[in-house]
Structure formats: structure tokens, C-alpha cells
């Protein structure tokens, strides 16, 4: 069999690796990634407790080395 | 405080509001939003997850920058005062007049 002939049989292994048009879906934006979606929330939630945390060791320290507290 | 030294916890923290974390925040918005209409979606209702997370991100990142900033500052201002100390003859105290001793005296031509 020519080579060319052989090399379409790639196809199959080909569309787990890249994206053509014959075989991506475009976005959906009324069917949203749930996963991607909890990620970003949660890391929201999870940088805000951080900063919280970080004001108020920052404010601790501030006193204790200050002699306020 | 990954980047600060030991030293610069006796200074007061900034608030959880300030200005580079509003500032940071509003460019995580604006970012977030441009995505948005770039990718052709509602700029402001679309994709609430990542403007809540562009947000957080900038603030956070201004937050640590504002105490970054005060640092600085606040060994710039050190340095200062020491310089001031150490050298007297080159800080003399200005003698200071008081207006009445400028002005020239006052004749009204009503």
C-alpha cells in the first residue's frame, strides 16, 4: 500500500491529539464545564480565606511587636 | 511575606482595602470582560467564575504589593532621617520670620 495510504489510518489516534474542523465542537455556553467552573469558585473562595488569614497573622504581629497587645 | 524581610513586620499592614488591590482587582475586571466580548460573549454576564477570579487575583496580588510598598518606603524614609542625624552642619535650622516682619505696612487709599 503506498505510504500516504497507511498514514490515513492515523486518523483514528489523531483526533485524541489535535482538533480539526471535521471532529471539534465549538463551545457551548448553555452547557458549562461544571468542573472548570467549581475550580475557579473554589479557588476564589480559597485566595480570599488566604488573604483574610494573611491580614489578620500580618495585624498580629504588627501588635505584638509594637507592644500594643 | 515571601519577598520581605523579618524586619518588616513591625510595620502596620495595609488594609484589606487599598488602592493597588481596588486597582488590581478593576484590571483583573476589565480583563476578564475583554476575554468576554473577544470571545463574543455578554461582557458582564458571561463567564462570572473567571471575573470573580480575576478579581481575587488582583487583589490579592495588590494586596502584597501595597505591603511591598510600604516597605520600601518605609527604609527610604529610614535612611533618610539617619543621613539627617548623622549630618547636622549640612541640615541648618532656617531662622523664620513672621509676616508682619515681610509685609511692608499697610496704607489703605479708599
Known sequence: ?69 | MGLLPDEAKVLPPPGIVNRNSVWFGLCGWATAMLHNSLNRRPALKAGVHRQALFITVGWFIGYHLTKYENYKYATLDRDMNEYIRLHPNEFPEKERKTFAEIVEPFHPIR
Open chain 1, 1 to 69: 500500500m503506498p505510504l500516504g495510504r497507511l498514514l490515513l489510518r492515523t486518523s483514528a489516534v489523531n483526533k485524541m491529539i489535535s482538533r480539526n474542523s471535521f471532529v471539534a465542537s465549538k463551545p457551548d455556553p448553555s452547557k458549562p464545564n461544571m468542573l472548570r467552573v467549581g475550580l475557579a469558585f473554589g479557588s476564589t473562595a480559597f485566595l480570599w480565606a488566604l488573604l483574610f488569614k494573611q491580614h489578620s497573622t500580618d495585624v498580629h504581629e504588627y501588635k505584638t511587636r509594637n507592644g500594643l497587645q
